[in-house]
């Protein structure tokens, strides 16, 4: 009985590279949505997909970021070009396609460093 | 402005008290959340509530929404080491998928 999977736990990169953050939803979940925290801030929504759709990206910021939710395989968060300010907390959370969307159920989380 | 207002903001007892922490705004919620987050981990789903004024148990846990659906409070009885952590709360509005969170209670319980 999995639940939601992130994958890496950890990522420490350099200023200017690009970070990949996967989340793999718990089984029958076909909604997907990215969390970020950072440190002394609560978790803020980024952005909501279902399956080769973003439903709701108003909390990403527009430049640098970009989510996808393909029809095959994880859902990734891709930040390129990152800067010390990317450094946080990246939860990924899913929900079942019938059902309240408000219970959602987090993964582990994704760190991000950026040295 | 913080949406969600959580209090206290740190919370140390010993094993065996109750406790009570708080989840506050002005603004009215379709449905509330409370999780609890381990250092490292992410949140861990506790509790929905929905309807106001309603109470919910989760054995020593006992949840309740305000009747207007502006707030809501998580009491403890009985605090067990093993219930340290942070508790969040997260209310939607609307849209139903957008959960606001507060910045939580961080709780530590010593034996």
């Known amino acids: 009985n999995a639940g939601v999977m992130q994958n890496p736990r950890h990522l420490v990169r350099r200023r200017g590279q690009e970070a990949r953050l996967r989340c793999s939803p718990m089984?029958?979940?076909?909604?997907v949505y990215w969390y970020r925290q950072l440190p002394e801030e609560g978790l803020k929504f980024m952005v909501y997909?279902?399956?080769?759709?973003?439903?709701?990206e108003s909390g990403m910021p527009k430049e640098r970021f970009s989510a996808e939710f393909p029809k095959e395989g994880p859902s990734i968060l891709r930040i390129q070009q990152v800067v010390r300010g990317d450094s946080a907390a990246y939860f990924c959370?899913?929900?079942?396609?019938?059902?309240?969307?408000?219970?959602?159920?987090f993964g582990p989380g994704t760190r991000l460093t950026v040295l | 402005t913080q949406l969600l207002e959580q209090s206290p903001q740190f919370l140390s007892i010993q094993e065996g008290e109750n406790l009570t922490v708080y989840c506050n705004s002005s603004s009215v919620f379709s449905s509330l959340q409370w999780y609890r987050q381990e250092p490292g981990e992410g949140p861990v789903l506790l509790v929905t509530v929905v309807t106001g004024g309603e109470v919910k148990k989760l054995k020593r846990l006992t949840f309740q929404f305000g009747d207007a659906r502006k707030d809501s409070s998580l009491h403890i009885t009985a605090a067990q080491p093993g219930d340290t952590g942070l508790y969040l709360c997260?209310?939607?509005?609307?849209?139903?998928?957008?959960?606001?969170f507060g910045k939580g209670t961080l709780l530590t319980v010593n034996p």
């Open positions: 959370a899913s929900s079942p396609a019938s059902g309240s969307k408000s219970e959602q159920f």
């Open positions: 997260a209310g939607s509005m609307g849209s139903n998928y957008k959960l606001t």
């Open positions: 089984k029958g979940h076909s909604h």
């Open positions: 997909l279902q399956k080769e759709n973003i439903i709701d």
